[in-house]
């Protein structure tokens, strides 16, 4: 397969980096940064969304029947399509295969640029065929909502408006639809929409209580969409980007009933201060939001599917890890929070770990009723702290930690960043304890969607050596922390080789954190 991703500069110089996992790596040579590299990597091709989508839906060419995991519907050149999300263009590109010629006519809002990073790649798989039926919005640049996805969402509710009993719309959800598909229910406009969202952002909302202003604010989202394309039958394909995989809130639930009304937006709003400060424009609709004549939205004509998710990547992930020797295990696939106390977390893990591992020794009670504590506030239901110190106990070699979701950060200053670069720098600086042992460790931190923020990096990793390399640059780590600057800190340092570059990658499922520990 073509290349996707951009070699780290000073790492991986020597080779191409593919997507795609080939047994034939050779790992007697390679550095712990290159073997964290490759696990990315793996993570991210197992989430691609052509053989996703293959899974899942098949047409049977001579009864023109479709089949979605178990259902089956009958097709009469009565398929339209609509797409809005980061993973949409590879979606669409083989939906229209399969569909052929029932497919009717299909509108996609996708990333600004996404189509030529694709096509520079060489990933055809990825792009729509010549004189495709399927019409293309570039937008939300940044992943911020813009003129070109309103456009886009002004042409999907056209098309769905004009459906009927006759017909069934498919349509393709992934991470980033939010930002693709805005919508919002006038007199509120475009700006002061996404003004509020940044303002909810900045103060540390969780995705969450974002879509559920979102929702309330929009055209399409909270069942909208559905609502829309009333009474045609509607088939929807999502790849989550949200913890949990919770239908409603992926991409704020285009084809989903909502279950929040007009007092759960209030409590938002005021937890963190916006209330007293909102434009008229957004209490006007919020006032007339729980007596909207238009009603609830009506999906009962609706099948909703989770097509992959973080838990087939991080899945991928371990499952190479262990071909590469290490005794591997999944932390958690529900990683939220704020990105300071779970920096603590993964830093006392990793240090825990590595007294372990060094010298036998038994941590001490106050460490691990620190980390339980951690795990607690910072809601990791699903880790079992005694299996990892079991699993630390009784290694025999190379340790892989992995986790996987969506933590948030507090911005601070003007700095540019993003919430993978600020969790591993944080991380780095909570790891410099491990420094002077006979074990190596690296924390990653990357987004799946090869975009950290307002960055052209996916994310970066970090050894115990940070902050002494930092130092020796003249560099000044808690001060790019203050002004929210990770992605300045990391380019500077050494020349920018602890960055994640990928490029846009056609998929998004959350981010990827893992932990290598290897003896010298």
């Known amino acids: 397969m073509a ?3 951009r070699v780290l500069p000073g790492i991986a110089r020597t080779r191409p980096v593919l997507w795609g996992c080939p047994a034939s790596w050779s790992t007697s040579s390679m550095t712990l940064a290159e073997q964290a590299w490759q696990l990315f990597e793996c993570a991210v091709s197992a989430v691609m969304p052509g053989p996703m989508i293959r899974r899942v839906l098949t047409v049977d060419p001579e009864t023109g029947q479709m089949k979605v995991r178990d259902r089956n519907f009958q097709l009469h050149h009565n398929v339209y399509l609509a797409g809005f999300g980061k993973a949409v263009l590879g979606m669409a590109a083989v939906a229209e295969e399969l569909l052929n010629d029932h497919l009717v006519q299909g509108v996609i809002s996708v990333p600004k640029g996404i189509q030529a990073a694709m096509e520079s790649a060489g990933l055809k798989e990825m792009l729509l065929m010549p004189h495709s039926h399927i019409q293309v919005f570039e937008g939300a640049k940044n992943n911020l909502p813009d003129r070109d996805s309103l456009q886009a969402a002004v042409a999907i509710q056209d098309m769905a408006e004009g459906l009927t009993a006759d017909d069934l719309l498919l349509v393709l959800i992934s991470g980033g639809g939010s930002a693709l598909l805005p919508a919002p229910i006038p007199p509120v406009t475009l700006e002061e929409k996404h003004l509020l969202t940044k303002m909810l952002a900045v103060r540390g909302a969780t995705i969450q209580e974002l879509n559920t202003i979102r929702k309330a604010l929009s055209h ?5 969409l559905a609502r829309a394309a009333y009474p045609a039958q509607v088939v929807s394909l999502i790849l989550s980007d949200v913890v949990g995989d919770p239908l409603d809130v992926i991409a704020s639930g285009p084809t989903v009933a909502s279950d929040h009304n007009v007092q759960d937006c209030l409590q938002i709003l005021t937890r963190y201060d916006l209330r007293g400060t909102l434009p008229r424009s957004v209490k006007t609709v919020l006032s007339r939001a729980d007596s909207d004549p238009r ?37 958690s696939t ?3 929070g704020e990105v ?3 920096s603590r977390f993964y830093g006392l893990l990793a240090q825990t ?6 010298s036998q020794a038994v941590t001490t009670k106050k460490e691990e009723d620190e980390l339980q504590k951690l795990a607690e506030e910072l809601q990791l239901t699903d880790l079992k702290l005694g299996d990892v110190m079991k ?8 340790i892989c930690l992995l986790a996987g979701g969506e933590p948030v950060v507090r911005v601070h200053g003007s700095g540019k960043g993003g919430r993978n670069q600020e969790l591993a720098l944080r991380v780095g600086m909570e790891m410099s304890g491990c420094s002077g042992s006979n074990w190596e460790a690296l924390f990653l931190s990357g987004g799946t969607d090869g975009q950290d923020g307002p960055t052209e990096a996916a994310g970066a990793w970090v050894t115990p050596g940070l902050t002494s390399e930092a130092a020796s640059e003249g560099l000044d780590v808690a001060s790019f922390l203050a002004n929210s600057d990770s992605n300045t800190f990391f380019q500077r340092l050494q020349g920018g080789i602890h960055l994640l570059s990928t490029g846009l990658t056609g998929t998004n499922v959350m981010d990827i954190h893992l932990i290598l520990l290897r003896p010298f």
């Open 295 to 331: 009603g609830p939205p009506c999906c009962g004509h609706v099948l909703n599917t989770i097509i992959g998710s973080n838990s087939v990547a991080l899945a991928e992930a371990q499952r190479r890890a262990e071909g590469l020797g290490y005794q591997s295990l999944v932390l």
């Open 3 to 5: 290349s996707t991703l």
């Open 353 to 358: 770990a590595i007294v372990r591992l060094s």
């Open 391 to 398: 699993v630390l106990e009784q290694a025999k070699g190379p």
């Open 340 to 342: 300071g106390r779970l």
């Open 334 to 336: 529900v990683v939220q």
């Open 220 to 224: 399409l989202k909270g069942g909208g």
